[in-house]
Every structure is written in structure tokens, then in C-alpha cells.
């Protein structure tokens, strides 16, 4: 890339250390200094100002896929050092909740298929077992790993997107983000009830707090929260 096509608050990746960068700036010497830095797998790291991290120049960068830009965007959002913009801190907490919420239907519907994929290999081993005097074929074994190797990646995403959810849960209570329970909601005429059927099935509905209420998209729009900076 050039210098001059890289801005604050980009995300760009640096192919020769495999890493993530969100720019803080451009120093002088054209130096790209970064407020957080991911390989994605081992490391997530954030950086108070002044934002002295970064040695490469802009030639060892290049635009980050969608993919890394909504892993760090995620990451971001619940580290001390939240970098992005103070006037969009709200709807970028509403897009990660409401992509996690997606992601964990996906996740659930291929952990169906998984178990419907098992239950026919079984069943298949269990056919096979009775013609061969209990011999397993090859093409058996190797989809029973497959399968094994799926639901050990099914299981680690839950993990992640489990974290991720408890950390928001916790942001929104201690900002009393949510709607109370068995409130009348401000956003429909006659004013359903907060968690009532037609709450929880609206597509606002973000999540469920247990005991208090609802994560609502409207609420976060409508919320003014003043963050913070470490400095201050």
C-alpha cells in the first residue's frame, strides 16, 4: 500500500508476520503505528497512546479482508482500550451482537446436521459390523474422524461466541443498556410488554438478560453513553 492510502482506525494485514494492525498513525518517516495488533490465534494486544508499536512502512500492508476486519472489530469491542470512534461505539456493540446472534443460529443448525451425519454413519458401521464379522471399512473410519474433527470445531466456536456474549451481557447491565422486564415498550404503539412473545420474537430483540430484560437494537440507538478515555 502507500502512505497516503493508509488512515487512522484502518485495519490492514502484514503478510511477512502474519499479523492484524488497526492504525493509530503514520509517523514521520511513514512508519505505521498501531493501537492493536492479532495473529489471530495466539496473541491480541492493545496499545495505549502514544502508539509507539509499529516498524514496518506502509509497502508491508495490505487491506484487511471482512473476515479479519470483524475479528478485530469484535476483539476491540470488549478490550480496556476500546480505539474506535466515540460516535459509532454504540451501533458497532449492536452489529457485533446481532452477528453473533446469526452466527450461533448457523452453528446450531450444523451441529444438527452433524448429529443427523453421525446417527447415519452409525448406523452404516452398525450395517457394515454384521455383514464383515465386525470389520470397519476404511471410508467408515475416516468419516467418523471427519465427524470428530467438526464437532471439536463446532465446540471450540461456541466457546468463543459464549465469551464474547457474557462480556457484552456484562457491558449492558453495567450501562443499564437493556429494557426491563415487564416494561411497556416506547417503540410500538399500545406497548407491548418487554419480554413478552411478541418482544422476543421482534427483530430488534438482540438477546435475553435472565432476571431483567431484553438487549434491544432501538435502546442502542436511542442510548447517549459518554466514554471514558484512559487518560482522562
Known amino acids: 500500500m502507500k502512505t497516503e492510502e493508509i488512515n487512522p482506525g ?7 508476520r502474519n499479523l492484524l494492525v488497526k492504525v493509530a498513525r503514520v509517523d514521520e518517516d511513514g512508519v505505521v503505528k498501531c493501537s492493536a495488533y492479532t495473529d489471530m ?17 506502509a509497502d508491508a500492508y495490505i487491506p484487511a479482508t ?3 476486519r470483524k475479528y478485530m472489530e469484535r476483539n476491540l469491542a470488549v478490550c480496556k482500550y476500546v ?7 454504540m451501533e458497532t456493540l449492536a452489529y457485533i451482537i446481532a452477528d453473533l446472534k ?4 448457523e452453528l446450531e443448525q450444523r451441529v444438527h446436521q452433524l448429529m443427523d451425519d453421525y446417527n447415519d454413519v452409525v448406523r452404516q458401521l452398525n450395517e457394515t459390523e454384521k455383514q464383515h ?6 471410508q467408515s473410519s475416516f468419516d467418523m474422524n471427519q465427524l470428530r474433527y467438526h464437532c471439536d470445531t463446532v465446540e471450540m466456536k461456541n466457546k468463543e461466541l459464549e465469551r464474547f456474549a457474557k462480556a457484552i451481557h456484562s457491558f449492558v447491565k453495567d450501562k443499564k443498556l437493556y429494557m426491563a422486564k415487564a416494561t411497556n415498550c416506547p417503540y410500538y404503539q399500545d406497548g407491548p410488554h418487554v419480554c413478552s412473545t411478541f418482544c422476543l420474537e421482534c427483530k430488534s430483540c ?15 440507538a436511542a442510548a447517549k453513553v459518554r466514554f471514558i478515555d484512559v487518560d482522562d
Do not use: S, W
Open 41 to 57: 490465534e495466539r496473541i491480541f494486544k492493545t496499545v495505549p497512546p502514544p502508539y509507539r508499536i509499529g516498524t514496518h512502512t
Open 206 to 220: 438482540l438477546g435475553i438478560i435472565e432476571g431483567l430484560g431484553v438487549i434491544c437494537e432501538k435502546k442502542f
Open 102 to 105: 446469526a452466527e450461533n443460529v
Open 133 to 138: 464379522d465386525g470389520k470397519t471399512p476404511k
Open 10 to 16: 484502518d485495519i490492514l494485514y502484514e503478510k511477512e
Open 83 to 89: 480505539n474506535l470512534p466515540k460516535n459509532n461505539r
Open 66 to 68: 471482512d473476515v479479519q
